[in-house]
């Protein structure tokens, strides 16, 4: 199983950003997707996840309107969509893919900063 994300960077308070997760070696409508972010000093927390295309589908309430998960199974990929940027939400981004077994693989991060 190997996760990989990418499309983290450096933008304004107020922009937008896309994140790509993409799956590897698994079939990917069989597992969950969730995306996670870590800010310097701070714990992990769950940002969103969702268990199928437009299935089971949850949000931390600070991003709640602000983000949209969604997944293309046939790309084998899982997006993560995140507009009104504000500087709260500066961490490292990662994407965990969870198998109905409950096995998680997780990616490497990437990296989101928002400032001006």
């Known amino acids: 199983v190997e996760v990989r994300e990418s499309g983290g960077g450096l933008v304004q308070p107020g922009g937008s950003l896309s994140l790509l997760c993409y799956g590897n070696g698994f079939i990917f409508s069989t597992y969950s997707v969730s995306w996670y972010r870590q800010a310097p000093g701070k714990e992990r927390e769950l940002v969103a996840s969702i268990r199928s295309v437009g299935v089971g589908i949850n949000y931390a309430d600070s991003v709640q309107v602000r983000f949209t998960i969604s997944v293309d199974n046939f790309k084998n990929a899982a997006y993560l969509q995140m507009n009104s940027l504000k500087p709260e939400d500066t961490a490292a981004y990662y994407c965990?893919?969870?198998?109905?077994?409950?096995?998680?693989?997780w990616g490497q991060g990437t990296q989101v900063i928002v400032s001006s």
């Open positions: 965990a893919v969870t198998s109905d077994s409950g096995h998680i693989s």
